[in-house]
Structures are given as C-alpha cells and as structure tokens.
C-alpha cells in the first residue's frame, strides 16, 4: 500500500511505509471508504461493526433509538455481557493461557496473568458479590490502586450487571462521600493502602473517614484488597478481606446478559457548574467503541504489548487499560507506580524490559520527562534500547509541538506514528484522532475524526465555518459510545450537552477548535466553558471556588487557569478574607493553609499552584466578576482592554502586584 503519501504537504509528517505495509487501515483512501461507508449509512455501518467486534448473546434488531432524543440507544434489544467478551471469548478461542496483563508494582515485582487466571479472578469476585446481595444494576464504588484487582473488580461488577464507579485513589473523603451518596452505592472495594513512588498512602482509612460523615447509608460492606499489610481498622459486620471473600467463592461464574443499553459504568466529571457528574456509559455501545478504536487506534495485533499508563480512576483507564485490549485478546501492561520513581527513566526502562511496542501517555508526564533528561543524562531515554516501540500515542490535553517532536525523536527514534487522540470521558472513547497507517501527521493537531464521527467545528448558530476560522466543537450525529445520561439528573445532561442555542441538535464537546485551511485537520483550541485541564484533570473553577469559600476564613474565591510549560494550566485563584488582606509571611502561610484545605476538600490535584490576596475582586456593576480580567492577571500581563464597566478598577493593581 505505497502511493498514500503523494499529496502529503511538506510540513507533515509522512506515515511511514513499513507502518502503512502492515496497518489494519493502511491508507489514506482505505480511511475515506470507511468515512465515505458510514456517511452513506450511519446505521448500518455501526451495525455492522458491532456485530463483527462484539458477541452477543441475542442479536439486536434495532441499531439506532433516537425516539427520545438525545437520549439515544444503541443495540437496545440485543443482549451481551462485557466480561464475557473480554474473558471468556478469548478463553474459547484459545488464548486461555496467553498472558493478558503484566503488572508492575511501584518497587519493579512483576506479576503475569493470563486469560485464564483473569477469568477465575473475575469470577470469584463476581460470586463474591453476588453472595453479598448485589444485584443487577446495583452500583458498586472502586476506591483503589492502581492494579490488576482494580481491573479484577470492574470487570467482576460488569460480569453480574453491577455498573461500577471507580474514584480516582486521589480523591479526598470528601469527595468519596459525594460520590458514594450521587450514585447510592451498594457496596465499597478498596485497599489498605496504595504505593506511589516508594509511599504508602492511605486508601481505606479514606474510606473510613467518607463513611464516617453520613450521606452513605447505602453501603452496605467493604471489600479490602490487602496490598501493603499496613495498619488499618477493620468495622465488624462490615468490612471483609479481599482474599477471604475470594477464598470462599468458586472459579465459575456464568455472566449475566444484559440489555446493550444497561449502564456498565458511572465515572464522575467536572462541568463547568455545581458537584461534579456521574457520566452514564453504556454496555454494548460503549463496549464496541472500545474495542474497535483499540484495534484501528492503537493498530493492536495479537503479539502487541500495549501500555496506556493512565489510572484506572479516569476515563482513559477504564477504556484503553480494563475494556478495549482485553476486548481484543490484547497482551498490556498495568503499572502501579509514578513516572519518576526510582528515578524519571522509569517508562524507558520499563519500555525495554517489557519490549512494549505501542505507549500511550499524557503530554504533562512527557513534558516532564523531557526536563528530566535535560538535566540528568542517566534518565535520557538514548541510555535505552527503545526499538521494541512501533506506536506512540497521547491524550488528555493538547501537545505542544516541541514536546510532541521531542517525543517522535527521542522515544519514536523517528520511526513511530504518534496518534494524538482527542475525546472526553462523555464520548467514551477516541473521537478525533490520526489512523496511524492513514495520517501523515501535523504536531499538535488530533488530525480528522474517527470514521463514524460526525465531528464538525460551527459558530454558535451551530453552522459549520469555513477551514481557518475558529469555532466550536460539535459531533452532528450520535454514536454508540457517548454519554447516555448525566445520573440522576437528565436536565442537567440535555443542558450540558444539547444546549438549545445550538439548536439542541448536536452534541456539544465543551472545547473550541480551527481546522487547517490546507488539510482540513483539526486542533483544539482549549475548553470555551469554566473547566481547567490541569496535566491533563478535569477540574471545574466552580468546585475550586466552592472548597476555598468553605474555609471558615474565606469571603470570596475566584478560580481562573492560566498557561503552564509543564502542566499545560495552572490553577490560580484570587481571594478575598474576612479579615484584612495579609501580606508577607502571612500571606505565604495562610496561602498553604488554603491549598491543604482545597485538598482535604476535593483532593491534592484541586490545589491552586497561585493564591493571590485582594481586599476584593473585580466585578461590573451588577456585581459579576470579570474573570476575564482575573485570566489576563494570572498570566502577569498588563490589562488592556476597557475597565470602565468595573465597579472597582484600582483592584486590579492590587491584585497585579499581590503575587
Ligand atoms: C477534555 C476531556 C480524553 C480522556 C482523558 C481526558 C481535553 C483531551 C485532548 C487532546 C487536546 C484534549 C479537552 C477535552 N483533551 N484530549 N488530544 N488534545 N485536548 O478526559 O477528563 O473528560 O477531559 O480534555 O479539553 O474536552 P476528560
């Protein structure tokens, strides 16, 4: 499949030929024909897909219910079990004993699992709660490491029909508790502790603690996977070990089929206003984009060993670590430690000594790499043999092209493709992102959508504008993988997403992007509401503002993000006291008291980096705050635009100076 490389203008990046040779979608045209299949008939090509990448236990007959727009199903009447197609099909067809994970612990112990001991993991787990009463549809919430019995419980509560909502180990009680009583969650599974970076910290004593401040009377026990032998309480009557439970139970436990439409999982996200939201995914849909963006992705062949290094805890480990690869018959790696523990080669060694030949990471862990290795040769990636590597791959927030080149160079050794794949924890999987045997490539752009993916860029009379101009980032149609509901509050969901001003017909991403005027490849240009994207977490200024006002010191917050080398944003917030503003050592010291505060309230990643002091903020007459102001001074430049609509102009000197 030579010849795809023609028309590629010079500032791109070419696909490599030897990709392209052996790539499941190896040309340019071979990418338009799928488009061009889809474009024809939206339905019958995602019928088809779904019947070629999944199994199911009844054939659906309908594909597409837009009945009650937009709240649309998928499959509905078709009946499947995820665990089932990401186990026991590969355990049927063979790959019993092929190993499905390697884990590596935080202090390098490597463990291997095969389909079959997967299988038997599940299944004890899911007789395990089953004998604990949980039923179908019952939410269960995963507080854990990261770690094979964190994919263990996901796809345990997914093989009885328990839909699963995984909190991200570094989410503080508080905001535990919020989730465990949004989703009434059933039943907890944690651990004693986690080890990140040669520490343990504390899991269960969190969970103690959420339990402890009420909201939460719908669990009804907790599951503790011992991971450290740490000191912890255990509450008679309601707390049980891991292994005792498992001990008990038989390998053998038969799926339960559910509905396609059946909620496999709630993961929790910030918006731009209020708590944050249970975002509701699908079985069947969901499942199918998993897998299917995994294979034409990722390129994943059967003697691949992928590694995505995001948590479990967020939406990129839940899609490219528990579901898609396993979906596949896939060989990956789990790892549980930190980038830069023993030292920021960790990834390169780890890519050496596991041969991985497709990695998948963050632009903020790359960025971060990259100033390691600027200063300390022993953690450059060229002390590594890096040539098992075939495909890179990054996500969660733009990339800078200097990073992404350094990346190609120094870990692709110029030889990979890197797909850098746009999507959000509401799409369920990539959305807008290179087909690495189809896309020359351009740094820091996410290229063209997914075949299937109606992604369009329009102004806000959701008309679409010419290649060149900005715009606002709109999927027309609906897919199999997107949100089907915000839980428990399907206003909030419409509003959120099908906002009536742009006419309530597509789906609104929340980001503002331009397409190249030469080959029409997208870039986002950043969200467009009040959502920060801090190294790639999803955090609301709204929430922010609300951990920093609960101080008992604190008047008035606002939270704006401003342009950071290395985490992309940076959290800055501007605060006014009840007291007179501090300056000086006082300033520094109640600075810190505020960021401890913002992360016992929602966790240390929420912990504002600047916190500039006022005696007031600036608003408008009618008493709004002007963040726009707030972002110009976050960023140390000068304001320049017009003030005159300010109620208090002097306060942004103030502010100007208060850092
Ligand atoms: C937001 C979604 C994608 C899963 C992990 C994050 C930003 C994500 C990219 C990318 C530029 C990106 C967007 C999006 N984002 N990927 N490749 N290039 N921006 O999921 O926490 O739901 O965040 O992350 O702003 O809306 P999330």
């Known amino acids: 499949m030579s010849g795809q490389n023609v028309n590629t203008p010079p500032s791109l990046y070419p696909v490599p030929e030897a990709f392209a040779a052996q790539a499941y979608i190896g040309s340019r045209q071979a990418y338009d024909q799928l488009c061009a299949e889809a474009q024809k008939d939206h339905e019958s090509y995602w019928a088809r897909l779904a019947r070629e990448f999944l199994s199911w236990k009844q054939p659906f007959t309908k594909v597409l219910d837009s009945s009650n727009a937009p709240f649309y199903k998928w499959f509905d009447d078709g009946l499947i079990n995820a665990s089932y197609n990401c186990l026991d099909r590969n355990v049927e067809a063979g790959l019993g004993d092929k190993v499905a994970i390697i884990f590596e612990a935080d202090d390098g112990k490597v463990t291997r699992y095969t389909y079959k001991e997967l299988l038997e993991k599940v299944s004890r787990l899911a007789n395990a709660l089953k004998a604990q009463g949980v039923k179908k549809g019952d939410r269960v919430v995963l507080y854990l490491p990261m770690s094979v019995e964190g994919v263990v419980a996901m796809q345990a509560c997914a093989r009885i029909g328990a839909t699963h909502s995984v909190v991200f180990g570094g989410f503080s009680a508080q905001s535990l508790r919020d989730r465990i009583e949004d989703a009434g969650a059933v039943l907890v599974i944690t651990a004693d502790e986690q080890l990140r970076g040669g520490k343990a910290l504390p899991l269960k004593a969190i969970v103690d603690e959420a339990l402890a401040m009420g909201g939460c009377e719908s669990i009804r026990q907790v599951i503790v996977f011992q991971?450290?032998?740490g000191n912890i309480q255990m509450q008679a009557g309601r707390d049980v070990w891991l292994h005792d439970v498992l001990a008990q139970q038989s390998a053998e436990c038969p799926p339960e089929f559910v509905s396609a439409e059946h909620p496999l999982f709630l993961l929790y996200t910030s918006g731009s206003t209020g708590k944050p939201k249970g975002v509701q995914h699908s079985t069947g849909g969901y499942l199918l984009h998993a897998a299917l963006t995994t294979k034409w992705t990722f390129d994943l062949k059967p003697d691949d060993v992928f590694w995505c290094t995001a948590d479990i805890g967020w939406v990129t480990g839940h899609t490219y670590v528990a579901y898609g690869p396993l979906a596949l018959g896939g060989t990956q790696i789990v790892f549980e430690g930190v980038p830069t523990y023993p030292d920021a080669s960790r990834f390169w060694r780890m890519i050496e000594s596991h041969q991985v030949t497709i990695f998948y990471t963050a632009p903020t862990a790359i960025r971060a790499l990259i100033k390691a290795a600027e200063t300390n040769e022993a953690v450059h990636p060229r002390k590594f043999n890096l040539t098992s590597l075939r495909l890179l791959g990054t996500v969660g927030e733009p990339i800078n092209p200097a990073a992404w080149e350094w990346y190609h160079r120094e870990i692709g050794g110029g030889r990979c493709p890197i797909v850098d794949t746009f999507w959000q924890t509401e799409t369920g999987?990539?959305?807008?992102?290179?087909?690495?045997?189809?896309?020359?490539?351009?740094?820091?752009?996410?290229?063209?959508?997914?075949?299937?993916?109606?992604?369009?860029?329009?102004?806000?009379?959701?008309?679409?504008?010419?290649?060149?101009?900005?715009?606002?980032?709109?999927?027309?149609?609906?897919?199999?993988?997107?949100?089907?509901?915000?839980?428990?509050?399907?206003?909030?969901?419409?509003?959120?997403?099908?906002?009536?001003?742009?006419?309530?017909?597509?789906?609104?991403?929340?980001?503002?992007?331009?397409?190249?005027?030469?080959?029409?490849?997208?870039?986002?240009?950043?969200?467009?509401?009040?959502?920060?994207?801090?190294?790639?977490?999803?955090?609301?200024?709204?929430?922010?503002?609300?951990?920093?006002v609960s101080h008992p010191l604190v008047a008035e917050a606002a939270v704006v993000g401003r342009p950071d080398d290395l985490t992309g944003e940076a959290i800055c917030a501007f605060v006014v006291l009840k007291r007179p503003r501090p300056t000086g050592d006082e300033a520094k010291q109640l600075a810190n008291e505020l960021r401890n505060h913002v992360a016992q309230e929602i966790g240390p990643i929420a912990k504002p980096k600047d916190i500039r002091f006022g005696d007031n903020l600036p608003k408008t007459r009618s008493g709004k705050i002007m963040r726009r102001l707030l972002r110009v001074i976050a960023k140390g430049e000068d304001v320049t635009q017009d003030t005159s609509t300010l109620e208090n102009p002097a306060i942004l000197d103030q502010l100007a100076q208060s850092n």
């Open 227 to 229: 991971r450290t032998g």
């Open 429 to 548: 999987g990539h959305m807008i992102t290179p087909l690495p045997g189809a896309h020359a490539l351009k740094p820091g752009s996410c290229t063209l959508p997914f075949p299937g993916i109606d992604a369009a860029v329009v102004d806000e009379a959701g008309k679409e504008v010419p290649w060149g101009q900005g715009g606002v980032l709109v999927v027309r149609k609906p897919w199999p993988s997107m949100i089907r509901t915000i839980w428990g509050d399907p206003e909030r969901f419409k509003k959120s997403y099908y906002p009536a001003d742009f006419g309530g017909q597509y789906y609104l991403a929340g980001d503002g992007a331009i397409r190249d005027a030469e080959t029409g490849y997208f870039t986002i240009t950043g969200r467009i509401d009040d959502v920060l994207n801090v190294s790639g977490h999803r955090m609301g200024t709204m929430e922010i503002e609300s951990a920093l």
